[in-house]
Structures are given as structure tokens and as C-alpha cells.
């Protein structure tokens, strides 16, 4: 039985023809054509991943070949937890066109959880973009990285498993900082039986 089931929203951006698309029908579908259609229109997909009994909902949300426009990009990342940019490792240009993306989501949005993706990496023959260059990348600007396969399915499933792991963590260290309040109010009204008066406003509990 769940412990909780949440839904949280992840928005997968990236230039166009780095794999996105195909990255979310893998997961989502377990399936991979090499004549991908473009979307038609924003579509999410419910993918729900199962980290210790609870369920996490990851609400991945795919453009439609508006990542051509970055001026409408705000628009699919708003109210987003995580961010996974795509890159094609045969392509240099997809991947300054993902730290590009990294520099502006930062910029312009509260997300605090990145993955750097680099996908195709079944081409691994005509890569361009070295695993030191992205992991040093990935390392310095404190982003999560991973290269995977749409094509054959390569570190699918392992991507979305730490996707909802992460956003898991985030919401177990909420929830413990508001046990410390909790805890320190218990704490509070207990001295208060022991009857000398003791007074907490919440807003001293909340800067403990
Ligand atoms: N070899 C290879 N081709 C891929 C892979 N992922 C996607 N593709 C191909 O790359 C092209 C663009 O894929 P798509 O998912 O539409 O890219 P998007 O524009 O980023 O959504 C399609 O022809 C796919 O078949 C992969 O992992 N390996
Ligand atoms: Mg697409």
C-alpha cells in the first residue's frame, strides 16, 4: 500500500532531433521507431515510478518543435520540479545548445533539479561529445547526468528511476525540517506543563 503518491511535473527540452520524443516513448511505451512523428502540440505523459512502496507521478512534459522558439519555453517549464536537458552525442552543437538551455532555465525559473542527458549514445562510434566533457560539465554547474539510448532502450528506465528518487528526497527533507518545528512546539508545550510559562511564536520556531 502507498505511503503517499505524488505528481510532479518534469519538462524534457533540448534541441530538436536530440531524441526527446523518442526518450519519453521508451519510458512510457517501452517502443522506439526510427520515424518518430513530431508531436503534435504540448502532450505530457503519466509515467509513475515506484520508490519504496510510494508512488511518484512524473508528469513529462514534451514540446512540439517549439524548442526552435526559446521565447516559448517558459511556457512548458512553468510550475516544473525538474528539468531534463537532451543533447545528441554525435552532435557538439546539441550540446552547447543544452548548456545554453541550462544557463537560460536557471536564469528564468525556480528549478533546482537538472539532468544533463546525452542521448544516442548507441552511436557511440561517431560521438563527438567525450563522457569527460559533459561529466566535468555536469559536475561543476551541480547537475545530475546520465547518457542513455531511446534505440535500445540503454539507461531508459534508470533515468526516470533517479528522476523520481530525487524528487522523493526533496519532499522526505521538507518533511523533515517541518518535523524540527513540530517537534520544538512539542518540546515547547511540555515545559509549559511543568508550569513555568514559555512562549513560541511560530515565527521563532520557524527561523530555528
Ligand atoms: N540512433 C539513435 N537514434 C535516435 C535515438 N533517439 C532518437 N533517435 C532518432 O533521432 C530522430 C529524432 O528523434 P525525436 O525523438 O523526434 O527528437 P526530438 O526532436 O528531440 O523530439 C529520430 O529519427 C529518431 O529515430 C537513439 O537513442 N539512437
Ligand atoms: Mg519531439
Known sequence: MDIYSLTSKVVI???TYVGKSCIVHRQSKNQFSIYSEPTIGAAYSNIPININNNTVNLQVWD???QERYKSLAPMYYRGASVALIVYDITSRESFEGAKSWISEIKRTSNINIFFLVGNKCDLYN?????LQEAESYSYTNNIYFIETSARSGYNINN???????KISENI?????ENMKIDEFILKD???????KFTFCSIDFCSII
Open 126 to 130: 561517431t560521438r563527438t561529445v567525450t
Open 159 to 165: 533515468l526516470f528511476k533517479i528522476v523520481a528518487e
Open 63 to 65: 514540446t512540439a518543435g
Open 13 to 15: 527540452l533540448g534541441n
Open 189 to 195: 508545550l511540555k515545559n509549559k506543563n511543568n508550569s
Open 172 to 176: 522526505d527533507k521538507d518533511k523533515k
